[in-house]
């Protein structure tokens, strides 16, 4: 019997995709004009594989990812630009996140039958416990616990520690909750390793590549497929 429904933060409830994309291409043009060297072709190519390795250890630290870069190319970053980018980044995505059209009443349905909470990965935002869900209070309030992974010592997604807090505050068995999120190899992967019953949404709205996979796993173009959940979960239709 399934008694909680929970979600992942972005790209599950609300779309910052154009928020993260406007925000990258600003730091690194910013960057690129700081290191006053090479042509963009090969910078970009250099910035990107930087990022992405971070990104494969989950580490999302801006700062990290950015002084590897001017490592790269021998110099020593300006502290004080960094922190003018830092700021200028998260106020980008913020001012271009947008909550997709279903989400809050989704949410008011699915928490008349279920209990409702959220694991999160940090994206490293400015200082701890300023996730952005922070930001949406007519969202944040549906969800107890919200557990933001990357933060005290709680290791990021796909680790099964975010995960096995979560149930043990609602006090229920992997297998009584359903996990939903956009990322496979971070939700999916997370979730089905500590026994949840794992919903991949690729979000109608969303421009992204997905990656394909055979499985099982119910897949959803909107959250209002969660509405029906037992259907969902038996037949793993969209």
Request: net charge negative; aromatic share 10%; charged share 25%.
């Amino acid at each position: 019997m399934i008694k909680a429904v929970i979600f992942d933060f972005g790209q599950t409830l609300v779309d910052s995709a154009q928020g993260f994309r406007s925000a990258e291409c600003e730091v690194q043009k910013r960057i690129y004009a700081d290191l006053g060297t090479r042509e963009w072709t090969g910078f970009i190519a250099d910035y990107r594989t930087i990022r992405k390795e971070f990104h494969d250890s989950s580490n999302f630290s801006r700062h990290d990812i950015w002084n590897a870069v001017y490592s790269l190319y021998d110099k020593n970053p300006d502290k004080g630009l960094l922190e003018e980018l830092e700021e200028g980044y998260w106020e980008k995505i913020c001012a271009d996140t947008v909550v997709f059209p279903e989400t809050k009443r989704v949410l008011e349905i699915l928490s008349t039958r279920y209990s409702l909470a959220l694991i999160t990965n940090t994206q490293a935002e400015r200082r701890g416990g300023s996730h952005r869900i922070g930001g949406f209070p007519e969202l944040a309030r549906f969800f107890s616990p919200i557990v933001v992974a990357g933060e005290d010592d709680i290791p990021p997604k796909p680790h099964p520690a975010p995960f096995l807090q979560c149930l043990e505050e609602l006090d229920i068995a992997g297998s009584e909750a359903v996990y939903v999120g956009d990322d496979w190899n971070i939700d999916m992967c997370g979730a089905s390793a500590v026994g949840m019953h794992p919903v991949w949404i690729q979000h109608c709205t969303v421009e992204r590549t997905w990656p394909v996979r055979e499985s099982t796993v119910p897949v959803i173009t909107s959250l209002l497929a969660l509405l029906d959940l037992e259907q969902l979960l038996s037949r793993g239709i969209k």
